[in-house]
Structure formats: C-alpha cells, structure tokens
C-alpha cells in the first residue's frame, strides 16, 4: 500500500494511501453510517449502495489516477477507511484543480479533513505546479467553509442555484487559493 502522507492529530494514526479494494468495506459502512448527513452535500451518495458499489468506484478512481486525471486518496485513521480526499477536473494547460472530500462523521473535529487538504495543497503547487486551487462548497455547508477559509482559501464567487442537490437547486460558493 502507497502511502502518501501520514501525520497525528490528537493521538489519531491519519494515513492518506491510494484507494484499494480491500478498503471498500469500511468506506461503504461510513457511508451508510452518515447517508443522511452525507446525501445533504454529495450528490453521489444515493449511487453507494453496497460494498461493491464502492469497489465500483475505487477501481474508477484507480483507473482516473492512471491517467492523471483525478489524485483520489482515502483517508485512514487508527488503520481503518474512514473518508477519501481529491483533487479533481485536473487541467495541466491551465493549472488548475479542485478539491473534494468527505469524512466519517465519527472522527470530525480533530483536524483531519483540514490537515490533509493542507498537505494535497502543498503537493499540487509543489509537485504539479498548479497555479490556482478550486474548492466548491454547497453554499450552507458551513463546515467546509469554515475548512476552505481555515485553510486560506478566499471566497471568489457564490453561483446561484448552481447544484441540485436531493431535487432543489443550491447556491455554490467557489474558494480559490493561489500558491504562496
């Protein structure tokens, strides 16, 4: 297993690794544990019904990073599949990129999601260099505004009725951050 980052917050083992199999199980119980919650934000999750709906999209998400398009990576904490981060709509011409991510409700509030956006951050300037990051945020979802701003994104720009998300339309707001 590649591991791309590893780090401790509040005595949590985080380990940031390339998506395998052998972690869907996990990702789907996380998933399942917070579809509730998960399915206000991610338009994706009413297609996760099943472990091998997951194994689905890791072998997708492997397939992606072959081709440089998308950098998907799961989060493991104590060992265990607890939420993914991305980096997405990778374009080399513009050196661009954008930002996903999820975590189980379970482990919020420790820093993780926060420090591991930080660390892709500091790949995708420094190892792609990438000129401008794109984090996109269903304009209620405060927790991930308070990461993008915690993080030094500055808000662009809030789209009007953007999203649909669970059959209604959303404000987006769009956080950008350039290198330092």
């Not at 199980?25 to 997951?54: C, F, G, Q």
């Not at 926060?114 to 304009?139: C, G, P, R, W």
């Not at 720009?157 to 707001?173: E, G, P, W, Y």
């Amino acid at each position: 297993m590649y591991t791309f980052e590893e780090f401790t917050l509040k005595n949590l083992n985080v380990q940031l690794v390339l998506p395998h199999e052998n972690q869907a199980e996990d990702l789907y119980n996380a998933i399942e544990h917070d579809r509730t919650e998960l399915s206000k934000w991610m338009p994706w999750v009413h297609l996760t019904n099943s472990v091998d709906d997951e194994i689905k999209f890791i072998n997708y998400a492997r397939m992606r990073i072959a081709e440089y398009k998308l950098l998907e990576l799961t989060i493991l904490v104590n060992n265990h599949a607890k939420g993914m981060v991305d980096i997405h709509n990778i374009d080399s011409i513009n050196r661009t990129a954008e930002f996903g991510y999820w975590l189980s409700s379970d482990v919020q509030g420790n820093g993780i999601i926060t420090e591991s956006v930080k660390k892709m951050a500091s790949f995708v300037f420094n190892t792609l260099e990438t000129h401008k990051l794109i984090l996109q945020a269903d304009a209620s979802n405060f927790k991930s505004i308070a990461i993008a701003k915690a993080l030094g994104f500055q808000h662009e720009a809030t789209l009007k009725q953007q999203i649909v998300c669970n059959k209604s339309f959303r404000d987006l707001s769009i956080f950008v951050k350039f290198p330092n």
